[in-house]
């Protein structure tokens, strides 16, 4: 019998506020993080505005990471630890680190390319280059906190937040560990990223108010726009977690994942490797789609990815599809990549603690083929006690998490 797997810390960095109190109260009022680019001059770029962190600061203390995605990463595991009681907890080997990031310290690496032009690398362009990696957090992470069990770096994409949920629940059901400190970071605003992002059509051109820009599933939507953030989580065996008096967010029911096997730039129109993903959450949930009582979208605002997420849910959801609220959180923090999944993993335990669907804002009018209860305009009260989360990466490949209120037995 596997062990049953619990969520007792969460940590956010975000578009729309730091720390989960604040980036939980955005969601609910439907805050709009998505304004003109500072982070670079926007002016050569149809599309000129993304959704950043603003007002972050980052304490180093024994640490300093200099990638702006590993200090939200760190930041966000900060948090997750502390709101989780672990403080002074006495079985650091037995608890693991499992970290993603899509496009880790691309900016910081950019910039350092940018400065060689054929002269010697100085010893501080060295240290960043080693720190562009994905693996820098997962290790600053782990040193940081003081947890010596193993540690796991992934990198699949914008699905890899919701995968890393996967790779720790089969380490604690295996026993081999107690609990793990899991989640995602990504800080993707660089002009090689949001040149090579919008030659392929992915970024949104919209001409109108730029907190508008990305609209999921709606008719006007035209593409996506880049965010940044991170979202961790602390993952238990749920036995220990009861043993130690520690708060319960949400157990993890099950997961799931496909691919199409296609090529980077094509999408399936019915939405197949999304239809395995979610499939696979409910079975290995011991589940029925009328169990689920919301789903928690990737929706990028891209016209045919939408299409295709929609054609998806009512495949599998069937009769119930009508009945279950579906919400996109990226227009308020725009695409964050890796970040994304984790951070819809945080808004989906608050919406178990507190019975609560946010909106998806920027969604006026369906689209065509977009004819799903998406929760347009304002966030609603509703009974939750299962919450299905998509997200997607480039590939494409799916990969579903189901969450749920923990039961007594």
């Given amino acids: 019998m596997r062990r049953r797997v619990a969520i007792t810390g969460l940590g956010a960095v975000s578009p729309i506020g730091v720390g989960v109190k604040s980036f939980w109260h955005g969601l609910r009022e439907g805050a709009l993080g998505i304004g003109p680019i500072t982070r670079f001059d926007p002016a050569p770029y149809a599309c000129r505005v993304a959704a950043e962190v603003k007002d972050f600061e980052f304490a180093a203390e024994r640490l300093g990471p200099s990638g702006r995605f590993a200090q939200f990463g760190m930041a966000a595991a900060r948090m997750a630890y502390d709101d989780a009681g672990l403080a002074g907890f006495r079985a650091a080997s037995r608890f693991a680190v499992c970290i993603a990031s899509g496009a880790s310290a691309v900016a910081e690496f950019q910039q350092v390319l940018e400065r060689l032009h054929g002269r010697s690398m100085r010893r501080r362009d060295a240290s960043t280059i080693i720190e562009s990696i994905a693996l820098t957090l997962t290790n600053y992470a782990a040193v940081d906190l003081g947890l010596s069990g193993q540690t796991m770096t992934l990198g699949s994409g914008c699905a890899s937040g919701v995968d890393a949920i996967q790779w720790s629940c089969a380490q604690i059901s295996a026993g081999r560990i107690v609990g793990a400190l899991a989640g995602a970071a990504d800080a993707p605003l660089a002009t090689s990223v949001h040149a090579a992002w919008g030659k392929l059509g992915w970024l949104s051109r919209w001409s109108g108010p730029p907190a508008q820009s990305l609209r999921p599933w709606d008719a006007l939507s035209d593409g996506s726009v880049l965010g940044e953030g991170a979202g961790m989580y602390i993952l238990e065996d749920l036995d220990h977690a009861r043993a130690r008096g520690a708060h319960v967010y949400a157990e993890v029911l099950g997961y799931g994942s496909g691919s199409d096997g296609l090529d980077l730039r094509t999408v399936d129109p019915a939405g197949a490797s999304l239809q395995t993903a979610m499939r696979g959450a409910l079975e290995d949930a011991r589940l029925t789609p009328a169990d689920i009582d919301h789903v928690n979208a990737h929706g990028s605002g891209v016209p045919r990815h939408d299409r295709a997420e929609t054609v998806a849910y009512r495949a599998v959801l069937g009769r119930h599809a009508d009945n279950v609220p579906v919400t996109s959180i990226k227009?308020?923090?725009?695409?964050?990549?890796?970040?994304?999944?984790?951070?819809?993993?945080?808004?989906?335990?608050?919406?178990?603690?507190?019975q609560f669907v946010p909106p998806t804002?920027?969604?006026?009018?369906?689209?065509?083929?977009?004819?799903?209860?998406?929760?347009?305009?304002?966030?609603?009260t509703a009974r939750v006690n299962r919450v299905l989360v998509t997200s997607r990466a480039i590939g494409p490949t799916h990969s579903a998490v189901l969450l749920g209120l923990p039961e007594d037995n």
């Fill in 331 to 354: 227009g308020m923090i725009g695409q964050p990549f890796a970040a994304g999944g984790a951070l819809q993993v945080v808004a989906a335990c608050f919406s178990l603690a507190e």
């Fill in 361 to 380: 804002v920027n969604h006026d009018v369906a689209a065509p083929d977009c004819d799903l209860d998406y929760v347009p305009g304002r966030g609603r």
